[in-house]
């Protein structure tokens, strides 16, 4: 009998066992990254739109969640997100179009266009501007105000930019500064005599095919564009943002602190587009081109997996199969959104959500890990700590309390959350009459957070409207008590008030 026969033989008779190791053979990663996004909404996450290409093609083309969570309307390629920083990219991009049309200099000084710029910022090269390596910085004065706050003019803008101090200087290092690209934007206004957003349309998204880009003169309807969510917040009608700034650059110009660093809107099907036309020499000539990839400027702590560099809108690295990537993220707190890009085997993975809270925006850094290591497997990403508490509550009971720390713990690290997590979600669950949740959570938290006045104060509240008063009464005290040992008792005056209530409802009966 031959060894082959014979071994044939051994396996039928011996069949409960392998009578060979058979090679290891991975999931094809389009299932391996269903198997991801399936368990990372397990945990409260809103995945949004997550496109990968190999080589040109569809490899997996996702949409979870939904754009309009009243009406339940789902994601589309047409389906509008603030981009937030990656805006940097397309004001880096027409820049670059500028120098190319000989408009301007990467060595330029601020001087040739600012010339009120004061000594210690007229020297300032708009290639500094453009890595990051200004000395300019968000934290000092240099940006002023927040994204939110009314229109901000350029003088306006300029004001306290001018009269803030160097973090450093000049061209000696990184730090991240979206001032930096709000100067850019008036720098391109100043070079091309147009406003900023009409000279993008002209120098990149024109020649890039893009018609739904922009801030106010893409083509866009309410229905395509998604509503932001900000899961910070544990009642639904407070999370929700709605069109956030689309509905008001209706009648509100942009503000100069968001232009050219933020807030630009597109689609997935634009930006796919976008990456397709960049890389096809469509926007940018190949010397401009080979910019984008250059490490210009060391980044002061590298991003994940190999991001060492800043470019011009990029963040730049070698992957560690040696295949140079860039990337870049952008997010406002509501929406979140990110590409990855190798050129070398044209890898590209974008991602985009309008729900940004939690663990959500690392979905694409671990996405690409997969594609380079057929054997990775990440942790799911969670939607934050509300979104969290919310899923373990549909999945558990009232009783069930005592476990959340450890639920929290496994998929957050940490088993004792913020306190205002548990004192949002207790309070809401109080005024949707859902009181064995309302006064478990409410609970819980005081007990994790035994000094905090202001949690003894909810639980009071809690019990007050459920009708137990003495209950109510003992946590007002302990509410005070707590208050007597803090500067800032924003908590004791509610508390008293509620004591005095109390006591007067006890006296009339």
């Not at 061209?171 to 991240?176: A, Q, V």
């Not at 006064?439 to 905090?452: D, K, V, Y």
């Not at 500067?487 to 006591?503: E, F, V």
Request: glycine share 8%; net charge negative.
């Amino acid at each position: 009998m031959s060894v082959w026969k014979w071994l044939s033989v051994a396996c039928a008779l011996f069949a409960t066992a392998p009578c060979w190791s058979a090679p290891y053979a991975p999931a094809p990663v389009s299932a391996r990254i269903e198997s991801y996004v399936q368990a990372s909404m397990a945990e409260g996450a809103t995945p949004g739109v997550l496109w990968v290409y190999q080589g040109g093609v569809p490899v997996y083309q996702g949409y979870h969640g939904v754009s309009d969570r009243r009406s339940g309307a789902a994601y589309h390629e047409d389906t509008l997100f603030d981009i937030g920083s990656m805006t940097k990219q397309f004001t880096a991009a027409a820049i670059l179009r500028l120098v190319e049309e000989g408009v301007l200099r990467l060595e330029d000084p601020l001087a040739r266009f600012f010339p009120e710029a004061p000594e210690d910022k007229a020297g300032i090269t708009i290639h500094q501007l453009l890595t990051h390596s200004s000395g300019l910085s968000d934290d000092n004065g240099a940006f002023d105000g927040r994204d939110s706050d009314p229109f901000k003019s350029e003088a306006d803008f300029l004001a306290p930019l001018w009269a803030s101090p160097l973090n450093r200087s000049p061209g000696s290092s990184y730090d991240y500064t979206n001032a930096g690209y709000s100067l850019l934007a008036i720098v391109i206004e100043r070079a091309t005599e147009e406003g900023y957003e009409t000279a993008l349309r002209r120098l990149v998204l024109e020649p890039a095919g893009l018609t739904q880009t922009g801030y106010r003169l893409m083509d866009w309807s309410a229905q395509n564009a998604a509503r932001g969510y900000d899961d910070f917040h544990a009642d639904p009608d407070r999370a929700d943002r709605g069109l956030f700034y689309l509905d008001r650059w209706r009648t509100e110009p942009v503000s100069y602190r968001l232009l050219g660093n933020g807030g630009l809107y597109s689609t997935p099907s634009d930006m796919h587009r976008w990456m397709a036309a960049l890389h096809a020499g469509e926007v940018l000539n190949p010397d401009s081109l080979a910019l984008i990839y250059a490490p210009l400027m060391a980044l002061d702590d590298p991003y994940p997996p190999s991001f060492t560099h800043y470019s011009y809108g990029w963040v730049v690295g070698v992957r560690p199969s040696g295949e140079p990537w860039i990337s870049h993220s952008g997010s406002n707190g509501v929406f979140f959104v990110s590409i990855e890009y190798g050129p070398r085997t044209d890898t590209l993975i974008l991602h985009m959500t309008n729900a940004a809270r939690g663990s959500v925006g690392r979905m694409g850094y671990e996405i690409a890990r997969m594609t380079d290591d057929p054997r990775y497997e990440p942790d799911p990403v969670h939607g934050g700590p509300v979104r969290l508490v919310h899923t373990f509550m549909a999945d558990h009971t009232p009783e069930d309390i005592d476990l959340l720390p450890a639920y929290l713990a496994a998929r957050s690290g940490d088993p004792v959350p913020p306190p205002w997590v548990l004192n949002r979600t207790g309070l809401l669950s109080i005024e949707r009459r859902e009181v064995a949740w309302g006064l478990g959570l409410l609970t819980l938290n005081a007990e994790l957070h035994p000094q905090n006045g202001n949690l003894q104060d909810s639980l009071a509240h809690a019990y007050e409207q459920i009708g137990q008063n003495e209950r109510a009464r003992q946590h007002y005290s302990q509410a005070l008590t707590l208050g007597q040992s803090t500067q800032d008792c924003y908590w004791c005056s509610n508390a008293q008030a509620a004591l005095d209530r109390l006591d007067q409802a006890a006296a009339s009966e």
